[in-house]
């Protein structure tokens, strides 16, 4: 099965561009390439970028590669390797960010650097074909044509918008305490609310779910679940039953279990209809972690699948900073 993850980080490592210029691999609907002097801090080149990212994610999805330039749809020349490539990711990110609309959800920029010099690189940006269709900055719709950015006739927008009908979830950590109390080598049990986002246009009734805990931090608690109704006042539960390293089989219970152990996967399933409405979010519940004394920084992986959506995997960077803890998606 391939996951987002991998479909976002294709093209990530050096001798893959590299085999793409040696074998003149040619552009086309899922691929991209544009010169260092596409990334000018200029409104038409910023227009640029939102137009050809925008073609991506309203078309079948794909790679574009800022640091290659093209000649006749081709790889041309060596690398074009742009200087303080660390500030230009970031640029890159916010121009996606704010010059598109509506926002792209599932996108990635990747910076290859140049192994004689790490402040120079390139920019790998990975775009997920999207469930609804996204507007460039000037105002008007774009898709791929093989190898070309071309405006969408309206047919095409509305055809966008009914077909791509899918639920499309993640997950969003939110830490609730304001300071870490310790208690001689762990600290007290930080509440971390679990938010379940459904960005998708279909409703999905059955989800499930489940992170791994690195041993700087030790066993959460129960996943402690808010309990919803349904119209009849009757509660609507959802539980389940897992192995050592992931989520397997559901049942029905009123709470969702953790496994013993420093080392430990939380799974979630079947849940309430307000989280399977299109565009909604829904916190589901908290975690209770504890992190062992001297805890800086760790990861937290999560996996997230519902019905008629590819499985999703992520990590989290739970870190500590000033005594508090400062969570990111990385």
Request: proline fraction near 5%; aromatic fraction near 8%; include cysteine.
């Amino acid at each position: 099965m391939v996951t987002l993850n991998e479909e976002l980080d294709k093209y990530t490592k050096l001798e893959e561009i590299q085999a793409l210029i040696n074998g003149e691999v040619m552009e086309s609907l899922i691929l991209g390439y544009k010169g260092s002097d596409a990334l000018d801090k200029t409104p038409k080149k910023r227009y640029g970028i939102s137009k050809d990212i925008s073609a991506f994610a309203n078309s079948a999805g794909g790679t574009i590669i800022y640091g290659i330039g093209e000649d006749n749809h081709r790889p041309r020349g060596d690398i074009e390797w742009m200087d303080d490539i660390g500030r230009e990711r970031e640029t890159l990110e916010n121009v996606i960010l704010s010059r598109i609309s509506r926002r792209i959800e599932n996108f990635r920029v990747h910076a290859i650097k140049n192994p004689d010099d790490d402040s120079e690189g390139i920019l790998v940006v990975n775009v997920l074909q999207s469930h609804t269709v996204h507007m460039a900055s000037d105002n008007r719709y774009y898709k791929r044509r093989n190898f070309r950015v071309v405006p969408m006739e309206d047919y095409e927008v509305r055809d966008i918008m009914f077909r791509r009908k899918k639920p499309d979830i993640d997950v969003v950590l939110k830490p609730q305490d304001k300071e870490v109390v310790w208690e001689e080598n762990f600290s007290a049990p930080i509440d971390i609310e679990v938010v379940i986002h459904n960005y998708g246009g279909f409703v999905a009734r059955h989800i499930s779910g489940g992170f791994k805990f690195p041993g700087s931090i030790s066993n959460p608690q129960d996943l402690i679940a808010y309990c919803y109704y349904n119209n009849r006042g009757i509660p609507m539960h959802y539980a389940t039953q897992y192995t050592k390293t992931n989520a397997t089989e559901f049942d029905c219970d009123n709470r969702l279990l953790q496994i013993p152990g420093t080392l430990g996967a939380m799974a979630m399933a079947t849940l309430p209809p307000l989280i399977s409405q299109p565009n909604t979010c829904t916190s589901i519940g908290k975690i209770t972690p504890r992190l062992q004394k001297d805890y800086r920084s760790g990861t937290i992986e999560y996996w997230i699948l519902a019905e008629h959506m590819k499985l999703k995997e992520g990590k989290f960077e739970l870190s500590l900073k000033d005594n508090r803890i400062q969570i990111r998606k990385v």
